[in-house]
């Protein structure tokens, strides 16, 4: 997964709100205590919300499973100098160092989890490495967003360099949206293009199945906000936060 598309993945993700998702994570995580420390993000990508909280002044801690992404992550952040650090991991395996302040997660990277049990096993290593007090946020497609808005529709863009087709079909019963990616991207000093094909699933999950393997883990639910991270999610919110904090009275060992 993501292996071709890492190359065009930035180009392709532009009009993501990256600035105002990163205003909103770190305004609620001041409003809680947070303001410096240790953050790790999960499902990092190439960098572009570890940079952002890198440049706040946080210790940061960027885990993704694509080897391709994380070189284009490591590209960034030496190009700025900025002192991250990107580890290669399945986030059902998570393993850092010490403990950490908060833990991340943004642009769909939850719905790539197929499976309750997988979910759960997350949840659990998130649950080993936060301090006591600390917060996991993370955010998710709603079902209304891919019922209503994603499923079976195509999405297509294109430009001189990059062209791509985003054809989704959304499986109501198994709740799971699957998309395939066709992407032509012009080879460098030439009229060529390379055609790089890619298929990639979703999983649509309810607020009350999510609550209920975050609490199975030990994290306590503190919010279920909408994507402006300010409201409850409404009926047809396309992006929701789910906010979870470890009890502040855990004994570490």
């Known amino acids: 997964m993501y292996e071709g598309f890492a190359y065009v993945y ?23 205590g947070i303001e410096e420390g240790t953050v790790c993000e999960l499902g990092c990508g190439t960098g572009s919300m570890t940079e952002r909280f890198a440049r706040a002044g946080f210790h940061m801690i960027g885990v993704d499973l694509s080897a391709d992404m994380l070189a284009a992550a490591c590209s960034r952040k030496d190009a700025e100098g900025l002192d991250i650090l ?37 949840f659990s290593r998130v649950y080993r490495f936060l301090k006591p007090g600390g917060y996991f946020i993370f955010d998710l497609k709603t079902v209304y967003c891919y019922r209503n808005v994603i499923g079976s529709r195509v999405f297509a863009e294109q430009d001189e360099d ?31 293009y390379e055609r790089i094909d890619e298929v990639h699933y979703q999983r649509a999950y309810s607020v009350s199945t999510v609550r209920e393997l975050l609490e199975q883990s030990g994290l306590r639910v503190a919010g279920v906000l909408d994507s402006s991270m300010k409201e409850e999610p409404k009926e047809d919110s396309e992006r929701i936060y789910m906010i979870a904090k470890k009890r502040e009275d855990i004994d570490e060992q």
């Open 162 to 192: 990059v062209s791509y087709i985003w054809d989704n079909y959304y499986d109501e019963d198994e709740q799971i949206n699957e998309y395939a990616l066709t992407i032509f991207q012009r080879q460098p000093k030439s009229r060529l």
């Open 10 to 32: 930035d180009r392709m993700m532009s009009d993501i709100p990256y600035d105002a998702w990163f205003d909103a994570l770190r305004i609620y995580l001041a409003e809680h």
């Open 86 to 122: 990107y580890i290669q991991q399945d986030m059902e395996q998570l393993e850092l160092a010490g403990p950490v302040d908060a833990v991340i997660s943004v642009c769909d990277t939850m719905n790539y989890v197929l499976e309750e049990t997988a979910m759960g096993r997350v």
